[in-house]
């Protein structure tokens, strides 16, 4: 057993050979916590992007011109448009 230990290649060169930039104690280096940074804020921005898309699960039409769809309807306004003449139309959006 005294014959293997003396024999033995250090633990830093085994981790070393495993592929990347690697630090003294063995842990990752630069480029791997770059890779580790932009994959974490890559999900985190999918996440919110996909969160932020859902507010209900009401969906709804839009309706563009220049008249007022009935109260009945549950249609609220979203803004306005003005059209290739400059006739200024209404954006309505209402629930399906």
């Not at 005294?2 to 990752?28: D, M, Y």
């Not at 921005?45 to 309706?63: C, D, L, N, P, Q």
Request: aromatic share 6%.
């Amino acid at each position: 057993m005294k014959i293997f230990l003396e024999h033995a290649q250090p633990l830093h060169c085994h981790v070393h050979s495993l592929g990347g930039e690697r630090t003294q104690n063995g842990s990752p280096g630069s480029s791997h916590m770059r890779v580790l940074l932009a994959a974490v804020l890559s999900l985190t921005a999918f996440v919110i992007v996909m969160t932020a898309g859902v507010e209900k699960s009401v969906r709804y039409t839009t309706h563009i011109g220049s008249r007022v769809p009935p109260a009945e309807v549950g249609c609220f306004k979203a803004g306005d448009v003005r059209n290739d003449e400059g006739k200024l139309l209404n954006v309505f959006k209402c629930p399906v």
